[in-house]
T-cell receptor
Framework: DAKTTQPPSMDCAEGRAANLPCNHSTISGNEYVYWYRQIHSQGPQYIIHGLKNNETNEMASLIITEDRKSSTLILPHATLRDTAVYYCIVSEAGNNRKLIWGLGTSLAVNP | NAGVMQNPRHLVRRRGQEARLRCSPMKGHSHVYWYRQLPEEGLKFMVYLQKENIIDESGMPKERFSAEFPKEGPSILRIQQVVRGDSAAYFC???????????????FGQGTRLTVV
């Protein structure tokens, strides 16, 4: 079973920030938080991952709470092409075999 | 830099036939992972391979399914005597390393959609 809990769906207006929450209250000390997304009928796309510090790259920012029990993925200026299912996964770094995928959050970016 | 390449994108097989799915990892990647996704579900891990070796096949059914990643050429996921329940999207991912830290994130192909009729 997935170790994360995400809302099943969210809406966001185009151009606004999309904040996608994820709860992972049972995360262990050596587990990272990974975010992937899957646009309809395509393969999953890696977005970002982090351990305990906040991370930012060209796609998104990842905010992890101090107790590491939850995190938020931020898409700063959502576009229509960001409409996808977003998956939050906790896993040991490099343990791609153990990526346990839940049902994710279906994000709809509206014009 | 080409991404992970999977072919075919769509495959139709009759019950009892064999399905062969191919995956070419990204350049410089020697770790390959196969996942299966049923409609309206998340991905399920099947098998992890490193060149010529199966590292972890704990997610793969014991019968009819096999995988290989030869020294030369793509990784192959083979399903013998397919049944309707094998209909799914099969995704391959690759990573540069399998350890910890940098370069461990997995990059996915576009998948092969297998339909068994």
């Amino acid at each position: 079973d997935a170790k994360t809990t995400q809302p099943p769906s969210m809406d966001c207006a185009e151009g606004r920030a999309a904040n996608l929450p994820c709860n992972h209250s049972t995360i262990s000390g050596n587990e990272y938080v990974y975010w992937y997304r899957q646009i309809h009928s395509q393969g999953p796309q890696y977005i970002i991952h982090g351990l305990k510090n906040n991370e930012t790259n060209e796609m998104a920012s990842l905010i992890i709470t101090e107790d590491r029990k939850s995190s938020t993925l931020i898409l700063p200026h959502a576009t229509l092409r960001d409409t996808a299912v977003y998956y939050c996964i906790v896993s040991e770094a490099g343990n791609n075999r153990k990526l346990i995928w839940g049902l994710g959050t279906s994000l709809a970016v509206n014009p | 830099n080409a991404g992970v390449m999977q072919n075919p994108r769509h495959l139709v097989r009759r019950r009892g036939q064999e399905a062969r799915l191919r995956c070419s990892p990204m350049k410089g990647h020697s770790h390959v992972y196969w996942y299966r996704q049923l409609p309206e579900e998340g991905l399920k891990f099947m098998v992890y391979l490193q060149k010529e070796n199966i590292i972890d096949e704990s997610g793969m059914p014991k019968e009819r399914f096999s995988a290989e990643f030869p020294k030369e050429g793509p990784s192959i996921l083979r399903i013998q005597q397919v049944v309707r329940g094998d209909s799914a999207a099969y995704f391959c991912a690759s990573s540069r390393t399998g350890g910890t830290g940098m370069n461990t994130e997995a990059f996915f192909g576009q998948g092969t959609r297998l339909t068994v009729v």
